[in-house]
């Protein structure tokens, strides 16, 4: 037999034998709710995961009005039960499956508290790793919607921009994407996000990263005139190098990121700033000049199926897509490429809710086909760019 002793975080398994910890944190709970700035030893101060609904096919659609059909039956089904219930003990059997209980919808059930349709909830998200979605953000109808109140309050454009991250206890390898919209919980694996900026009380909008962790930049690299954009890029670009990710793959399944100071400090930031100008503009990227293939035929089942060794996508019976180049499908996130997202988002699929499967399941990829089509060029664009950046920096 083999002793084990566990490590200084209580780890009897996955221990690590590497200098992890004395790398920079990116955020911790002590920040978080540190009072001052002396007690503040991260380099943010607000972190958040990301919106968790537990209901996404009554809240979320890529449809806007479909989205508000939806929101209001659930309302309508909420309030009728309100009227019976609110207010008083109830058994949840009674409640019946018209529409999606959940323990906090009950609790606001049990206080009587009345709901009703606000179109000004309804948001742009970041659904899926480039796939974007409308989301009903609303305290009543969402189970959790954590900090992101203070990280995007309003759903105007421009307001924040946040880098994600996959979450603690992740089964999969790191993940790491940047937003400028709501994040989903499964946007990544257990989706963390640490924004730019955070907004107070007031609604006043300030910077997010800490004085002290913009301190420990300048005074690494003897350089009082970098910027708190400079560190933030200089953060994205590190949170994708390959080499700090085979070497920390197990901290990084634990525990939140640390950084390390590289060498040329702007050369990494320039990387940062390029891969953050791709991936928050991937609806607007250069469509990549792939060949579509149509055939004279009724366009028949969506199939939307990668064939990677061909170097193309079978959109349907009718049409596909080819000359995809290899390094398209290396820029993976959690178990499925960039491109490979968008086709698994939108295939057509039959809800589990079973309202929603019997009332409102109008989803056509007929109807999408050829937004779907250039989304997945403007993709391979910024695939094949990422894969580019990345590479660079093993060199």
């Not at 300030?206 to 913009?214: D, K, Q, R």
């Not at 149509?294 to 061909?310: N, V």
């Not at 897509?321 to 490979?340: C, K, V």
Request: one cysteine or more; proline letters at 5%; aromatic letters at 12%.
């Amino acid at each position: 037999f083999e002793h084990i002793v566990p490590d200084q975080k209580h780890n009897w398994l996955g221990q690590t034998d590497n200098d992890f910890d004395s790398l920079l944190c990116v955020a911790d709970k002590e920040t978080k709710f540190a009072k001052s700035a002396a007690k503040e030893k991260a380099l943010f101060k607000l972190y958040s995961l990301g919106v968790l609904t537990a209901r996404d096919d009554w809240v979320c659609d890529f449809d806007k009005n479909h989205l508000a059909k939806k929101v209001k039956a659930l309302i309508k089904g909420y309030e009728s039960a309100r009227a019976e219930f609110g207010g008083t003990k109830f058994d949840a059997a009674d409640l019946g499956t018209e529409i999606k209980w959940t323990r906090h919808l009950k609790n606001q059930l049990a206080r009587n508290k009345e709901n009703k349709f606000n179109a000004a909830h309804v948001r742009r998200s970041n659904y899926r790793p480039f796939v974007e979605k409308y989301t009903y953000f609303d305290h009543n109808l969402n189970e959790m919607r954590y900090q992101l109140m203070r990280v995007f309050p309003n759903g105007t454009a421009k307001e924040n921009i946040a880098i994600c991250f996959s979450g603690t206890s992740a089964m999969k390898s790191f993940q790491c994407l940047a937003v400028n919209k709501l994040p989903s919980h499964d946007l990544l694996e257990k989706t963390t996000c640490i924004p730019l900026y955070r907004y107070d009380q007031n609604g006043n909008r300030v910077s997010n990263l800490t004085a002290w962790g913009v301190q420990q930049f300048r005074a690494r690299y003897a350089d009082p005139a970098i910027t708190v954009d400079d560190i933030f890029h200089y953060t994205y670009a590190a949170l994708h190098s390959p080499a700090w990710r085979q070497q920390y793959a197990v901290n990084l399944r634990q525990e939140f990121p640390r950084l390390p100071f590289y060498r040329d400090f702007h050369q990494w930031a320039r990387r940062g700033k390029a891969l953050l100008d791709l991936h928050l503009n991937f609806t607007t990227a250069t469509p990549h000049p792939l060949q579509r293939r149509d055939k004279t035929c009724a366009p028949g089942d969506p199939k939307l199926r990668a064939d990677k060794p061909r170097g193309k996508i079978i959109i349907d019976g009718q049409t596909e897509l080819a000359g995809i180049p290899a390094a398209a499908w290396q820029y993976q996130l959690g178990p499925r490429s960039a491109l490979e997202w968008v086709l698994d988002q939108h295939k057509q699929k039959t809800p589990r809710d079973p309202t929603i499967r019997a009332q409102f399941n109008a989803y056509q990829f007929a109807d999408h086909k050829e937004r779907v089509i250039d989304l997945l060029l403007r993709v391979c664009t910024v695939s094949v760019a990422t894969v580019g950046i990345v590479r660079g920096m093993g060199e």
